[in-house]
């Protein structure tokens, strides 16, 4: 008898789910929902197991189908050494992958992972039920609409699928995952939403959802969102919320309409106060009166991709957005004492010295207050994104599938980011968990907890005022250190700044962080824990 299962009944094998795990992945979720629903043994391992782990759990599995799901399109190779290493043992089952960059280079995923059956492209629910039922039955799995499979020497593939045409009718996604803790609160994801209506030029998230037929964006419910939260909420004692949409309905008249109607709901489940949520938006989105709703309704923080703090930047970057508007944006939820967090590519294609020092002076105007924690990239041409197609027509391109990249017109600002981004990650600076720029940013998410989700704590505006100082102190460093390297390599003045004592800087500012946060946190620790009493489930 085979060791890896095959006697079973082939209806009763299980299906094995690989991806990242890490925070939650509400696409594998979705997945695993949707089969158990159709009463089928799903199991779900993490990509980052170790990879003798995960052989030995398929192995265990002996399942009928394996799926694994590409988010980050850097991955493919270590899928694909994951993908041998699973042939090499003896796993012999249909394997299919899902995911971004499957779905938009559906050809080069199965050229570099020649022991994939299969590919399923976009929203992959239904089209992943209908295989496994296929293979179950020993019916033929190429028929399945949503597919790209290999067939002599060549690619083919079944018509493709259209969207999910309503969310609410997929069963809430599994959420087998611990939540993460911010001060005993527990926060998860959801989802309210799925695609979006702009095409900005780096991103892929469009094309995912413009080539396959249906409507791009859809909305749940409100109503349908709320009951979710409030399932959480009652059955995990879930109160922090953080919405992946990719641009939460907020924008023109019937999407505003949306989240009023949601704010709305939350009052009527009587929500607010007793939980908190996060959001990503646009920042032409962001409206006063609105906005002010939505916070009274528990709206506690929002991420922005603000991206450039040039116009030419914001052009190349097809943002459709003014700088005018990006700070406006900023300036109306710092009035509103909503916190922000923000995306930025101080680097595109079309990168000056002159547009560095715009963004600097623009990252210096919206973070110069300590109000966020200061934080840049490098814009990266992603498969299926404009940019990477216009980069590839006048030859610029470089790089592959896991480190793409290109040059930048002006030699020079080549050997400044080389620079640049040497710096900044010898000093553990901006990238890595432990890092400075997420750490002060967690260090305001946890204020921001404070804030909202216990009663008033003696002090909190002291400590808000030290928080911001640090903050402050640690952007004005990070743009001086940009500011030096850029006029090392422009001007050719001054010399670089020296890593080691950068990283000495830094790792006191991290010091002083971290002894601020626990001297308070400890000062109140009783008042802190009494009031999270009532919401341990
Ligand atoms: C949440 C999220 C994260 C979370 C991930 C949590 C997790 N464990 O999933 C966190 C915060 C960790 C994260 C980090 C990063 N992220 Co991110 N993230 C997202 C985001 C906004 C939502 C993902 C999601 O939940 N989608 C909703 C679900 C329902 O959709 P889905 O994942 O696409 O899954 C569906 C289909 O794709 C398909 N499918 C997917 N997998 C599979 C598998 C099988 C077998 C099948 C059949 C089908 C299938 O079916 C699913 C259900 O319909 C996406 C954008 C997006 N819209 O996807 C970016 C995105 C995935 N992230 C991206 C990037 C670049 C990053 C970072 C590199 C950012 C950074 N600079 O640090 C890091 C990388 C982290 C790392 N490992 O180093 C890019 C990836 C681009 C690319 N081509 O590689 C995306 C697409 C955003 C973008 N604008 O381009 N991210
Ligand atoms: S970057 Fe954001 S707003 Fe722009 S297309 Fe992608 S998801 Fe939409």
């Not at 500012?509 to 620790?525: D, M, P, Q, V």
Request: glycine share 8%; proline share 5%; charged share 25%.
């Amino acid at each position: 008898m085979p060791d890896d299962g095959s006697w079973c009944p082939r209806a009763q094998r299980p299906v094995v789910l690989v991806g990242f795990q890490a925070q939650g992945n509400l696409g594998l979720g979705y997945l695993a929902s949707v089969l158990r629903a159709a009463g089928h043994d799903v199991r779900l391992l993490d990509i980052e197991l170790p990879v003798s782990d995960i052989v030995a759990a398929v192995r265990t599995a002996a399942p009928l189908l394996v799926g694994f799901s590409l988010i980050f399109q850097f991955y493919i190779r270590r899928y694909g050494e994951l993908i041998d290493l699973l042939r090499a043992a003896g796993i012999t089952c249909h394997f299919t992958m899902g995911g971004h960059y499957p779905s938009l280079s559906a050809r080069q995923t199965l050229a570099a992972v020649p022991a994939l059956d299969s590919v399923v492209r976009f929203e992959g629910e239904i089209t992943l039920r209908e295989l496994t039922e296929s293979i179950a039955a020993g019916r033929e799995w190429r028929d399945v609409p949503g597919l790209v499979y290999r067939s002599d020497d060549d690619i083919a593939s079944s018509p493709t699928r259209a969207l999910v045409e309503d969310l609410d009718n997929l069963p809430y996604p599994e959420r087998n995952f611990l939540p993460e803790v911010v001060l005993g609160h527990r926060a998860m994801p959801l989802l309210a939403s799925r695609g979006c209506a702009r095409t900005c030029s780096f991103c892929s998230i469009h094309t995912f959802y413009r080539t396959a037929p249906g409507k791009v964006v859809r909305t749940r419910r409100p109503a349908e969102v709320v009951r979710e939260m409030r399932h959480l909420h009652e059955d995990r004692g879930i109160t922090i919320f953080l919405f992946q949409d990719d641009d939460f309905p907020l924008f023109g008249k019937k999407w505003r309409a949306w989240a009023s109607d949601f704010v709305d709901e939350l009052h009527r489940a009587d929500l607010p106060g007793r939980v908190i949520w996060k959001i990503n938006c646009r920042a032409d989105a962001v409206e006063e009166a609105l906005f002010s709703r939505m916070r009274d309704a528990g709206l506690y923080i929002v991420y922005m991709g603000l991206e450039s703090g040039t116009e030419e930047g914001l052009t190349v970057l097809n943002k459709g957005i003014t700088v005018e508007q990006n700070l406006s944006a900023v300036a109306t939820l710092k009035r509103l004492g909503i916190m922000f967090e923000f995306g930025f590519m101080l680097l595109d294609p079309s990168s000056s010295f002159a547009s560095v020092r715009g963004n600097l002076a623009f990252l210096e105007e919206i973070v110069g207050d300590g109000s966020a924690a200061a934080t840049f990239c490098k814009m990266l041409p992603y498969d299926g994104t404009p940019i990477k197609e216009a980069l590839e027509r006048s030859g610029r391109l470089k790089g592959d599938v896991c480190a793409p990249d290109y040059d930048f017109l002006d030699p020079r600002l080549d050997a400044f980011y080389a620079a640049l981004a040497r710096i900044v990650d010898i000093t553990g600076w901006i990238h890595g968990n432990r890092a400075l720029t997420p750490q002060l940013n967690w260090a305001w998410n946890e204020l921001a907890v404070l804030r909202t989700l216990f009663p008033p704590v003696p002090g909190l505006e002291t400590y808000d005022a030290r928080l911001r100082r640090l903050t402050a102190e640690a952007n004005a460093m990070l743009i001086g250190v940009v500011h030096d390297v850029a006029r090392v390599f422009d001007d050719g003045v001054g010399e670089l700044p020296a890593a080691h004592i950068l990283r000495k800087h830094c790792n006191q500012t991290l010091e002083r962080l971290i002894s601020e946060r626990n001297a308070f946190i400890s000062r109140h620790k009783d008042m802190l824990l009494q009031a999270l009493a009532p919401i341990t489930v």
